[in-house]
């Protein structure tokens, strides 16, 4: 059975950090693209980042580029989100996906390209 499992969420002041990981099992996503979603209270669920299979191409939504880290470790089947200079804005309940089929160089902002998605960890940045 397909798994993927966030944890890393929590509480933390604007400015601070945090470190997502998304541990996947059952399924061979070291050759899939994989990426992170988030959705805020009141909001449709939005792209935040994405990686190809290799990490060797990845895609950020404009409000994150530079303060957030897409990256994964195949070895280990999982993948991770590094956020600094974290805002209020980024509150959100933090989703990690991922395409069922081999997807060599592509890489996807549309959440209807997924195939599997976990259960989500929430993110609070107070102010």
């Known amino acids: 059975q397909v798994q993927l499992v966030e944890s890393g969420g929590g509480l933390v002041q604007a400015g601070g950090s945090l470190r997502l990981s998304c541990a996947a099992s059952g399924g061979a996503f070291t050759r899939s693209a994989m990426g992170w979603f988030r959705q805020a209270p009141g909001k449709e669920r939005e792209f935040v980042a994405v990686?190809?299979?290799?990490?060797?191409?990845?895609d950020y939504t404009s409000s994150v580029k530079g303060r957030f880290t897409i990256s994964r470790d195949n070895a280990k089947n999982t993948m991770y989100l590094q956020m600094n200079s974290l805002k209020p804005e980024d509150t959100a309940v933090y989703y990690c996906?991922?395409?069922?089929?081999?997807?060599?160089?592509?890489?996807?902002?549309?959440?209807?390209?997924?195939?599997?998605w976990g259960q989500g960890t929430q993110v609070t940045v107070s102010s």
């Open positions: 990686s190809n299979w290799s990490g060797g191409r990845t």
């Open positions: 996906a991922a395409v069922s089929q081999y997807s060599g160089m592509h890489v996807y902002t549309e959440s209807g390209k997924y195939d599997y």
